[in-house]
């Protein structure tokens, strides 16, 4: 079934063969992958990037897995009909359930997110893991954990976390962190899902402990896999024309464009975050 956030008009995908910069769709249940995005125009503003947040059937973090496996494929999809030169599932959710199943079936690089459990056993004996139940479960996230024996991690499955903090941001006010996370006395906290990573400095204060998100990590990939080059041969860039509301501009060089229906929602929560 297509999506009906993701319809386009002909008109807009006819604009998309104008541009000429390598394109990296980003995608997320909602609003989390936001994190991601930030993180990669950071480290690489010379992408453009499509933001796919599929917010109105967020949260995904307890949705059956077969159920998570067709949106992200649809969301894949779009990115495809847009000429992505790569895909980035900016949500650890949609990694665990799909990510192995959609690199067999699409044609450019499609990474994941990791949690960055390596970096916090490097420095710290213990971490906590916050995440959501179909990640919690999930054979990838305990195959990781298990590469590092020395570190004693405990995995939290939080059921309604990134519904509040989805919640919470799109109606501009302050998540209740509290009704959520579990008493913890670990070391430093792991963050295992890309929601929670916009509010990491009230998770910190919250446990008063380091904190770590993968984000950085996810846009340092990126940039490895697709060689660091800005424009390439045959590449496509930017359909949505400048008067349009899901259009953020250009300013330091850097395009990004926000598709479906929520497009405004996660751009206006992009710029509130990301561009201060
Ligand atoms: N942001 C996502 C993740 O990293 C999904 C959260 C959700 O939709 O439940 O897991």
């Given at each position: 079934m297509r999506q009906k956030n993701a319809n386009f008009s002909k008109k807009e995908d006819k604009k998309l063969s104008d541009g000429k910069k390598t394109i990296v769709g980003v995608f997320d249940s909602?609003?989390?992958?936001l994190s991601v995005l930030g993180a990669c125009v950071r480290l690489a503003p010379q992408f453009s990037y499509l933001y796919y947040g599929d917010n109105a059937r967020a949260?995904?973090?307890?949705?059956p897995a077969g159920e998570i496996v067709c949106f992200v494929r649809e969301a894949l999809q779009l990115f495809r009909e847009r000429g992505a030169a790569a895909a980035v599932l900016a949500c650890n959710t949609a990694t665990a359930v799909a990510v192995e199943r959609m690199r067999r079936e699409f044609p450019f690089p499609v990474l994941g997110v990791e949690p960055a459990v390596k970096q916090a056993a490097a420095r710290y004996g213990s971490a906590l893991v916050l995440c959501t139940p179909r990640t919690a479960e999930s054979e990838r996230l305990r195959r990781l954990i298990a590469r590092f024996p020395a570190c004693r991690f405990t995995v939290a499955p939080l059921e309604g976390l990134a519904a509040e903090i989805e919640r919470s941001l799109c109606e501009g006010k302050e998540p209740d962190l509290g009704a959520h996370l579990p008493p913890d006395r670990s070391a430093c906290v792991v963050l295992?899902?890309?929601?929670?990573a916009l509010v990491s400095d009230k998770i910190a204060a919250f446990y008063g402990v380091p904190v770590f998100d993968g984000a950085a990590g996810t846009a340092r990939r990126l940039l490895s896999v697709l060689g660091g080059f800005g424009e390439a041969e045959g590449s496509l860039g930017g359909y949505?024309?400048?008067?349009?509301?899901?259009f953020l501009g250009e300013s330091g060089g850097e395009q990004v464009f926000f598709l479906g229906e929520s497009a405004p929602l996660n751009e206006k929560i992009y710029k509130q975050m990301f561009k201060k």
């Open positions: 909602g609003v989390g992958g949260p995904y973090g307890s949705r295992g899902c890309t929601h929670y949505i024309n400048k008067s349009s509301p899901s």
